[in-house]
């Protein structure tokens, strides 16, 4: 497949489909996020009106509350979400998250603001976390799957209250970690700029367009191939067939993790 | 290295750390190879769009590719930007078939993002 069709495949799968973030998909959303409340067994209210101002975040970054002005245009609701653990259960749900008598998790797709008060029609569900943890839990994984948010997107702290960042450090990795982290594999490829190859590196059809070949002044590096990998972007490490041992770690040693999978893949 | 651009939205700090991994793609051609993947994956999301009902954009996309191949390819350039492109819509013809035509374009941006920070760990 050359880069055109490449392009142009990319381009009609883009044009069929649209934001989640249509009107339709809202009143979708609100309807669903009724069921799935009740369903749910919690004890939950529906308030017209903005969330409450002093709750946590969920998400690190709504949408910019101007993203909003065209769907409320349209007459379509703003609907946010405050899971709500109060200190004392008989204070209303509303009233216990405005007076700050509880912890209150908040989320909407579109950062409120008061510039959107006169434009816009904000409904809030107040639902409570009686079982904070494991409501909770539910309530974030509603929210990611029906939202498409990668848990990247949430509020760190929002993820430790419920142990995900635990469960997977890497969705709570800050910017200072990725910037250590690619510190790190450029050190890892240093040396290996001093070290060139003490055999013959993997052989590779020169035709191949999915290959990079490596081979700066001061480099001899091997080539890998991509083919195998390509159709599974996730694909986990093949187990070692009939390659030779020895080449296999020239490779890895050489070329990283990553090429000696390719190559597996590629050789099966 | 960063273009400057403005993030916002659920996919602000993702597009952040595709920052910091694209400036180490376009450092070097060894690293390119040795994560190229995970350099497709940073094109990929920091190319994606970052306010809702906007679509993905090939084209954008492209030029960022060219703007790697430029930065590390020497004369090889043409045919890692090729490379590049080819993998990036082998990516997104994979996410399609796993997707579905249906998914907005949200849901690719997340699963783009969940691949890449697979990739980072390993």
Known sequence: MNADSVAKSARRFCHQNMGSMHGEALDVFREGLRRFLTEGGYAWVEHPGPPPPSGVKILKNAHPPRTAERLCEEGFPLVYIAAVRRRDSSTPLEEACLRGEAVCYVYGDVEWAPELEDKCRPVTFYVDLKEEKKALEALLLYIARTRSLPWIAFNRDVLKVVGLCDAAPNICLTEEAVAKKVEAMKKQLAPQRLEPPKSPTVETSPDDTANVTAESDDTAETTTKNKGAAVDIDKPHAPAARLDPAVLELVRRCCGEECVSRLLACHE | ?122
């Open chain 2, 1 to 122: 290295m960063s273009r400057g651009r403005a993030y916002g939205g659920p996919f602000a700090e993702v597009q952040k750390f595709a920052d910091v991994v694209l400036g180490g793609c376009k450092k070097s051609l060894q690293f390119l190879n040795t994560y190229f993947d995970l350099c497709v994956l940073t094109v990929l999301i920091k190319t994606a769009p970052a306010g809702p009902m906007v679509r993905l954009r090939p084209e954008i996309v492209r030029r960022l590719v060219e703007e790697v191949a430029a930065a590390v390819g020497g004369g090889d350039r043409e045919r890692i930007r090729n490379a590049m492109l080819k993998r990036a819509g082998e990516m997104m013809a994979q996410l399609r078939r796993e997707l579905g035509d249906s998914a907005p374009s949200e849901a690719y941006v997340a699963k783009l993002a969940e691949l890449f920070l697979k990739k980072l760990e390993a």
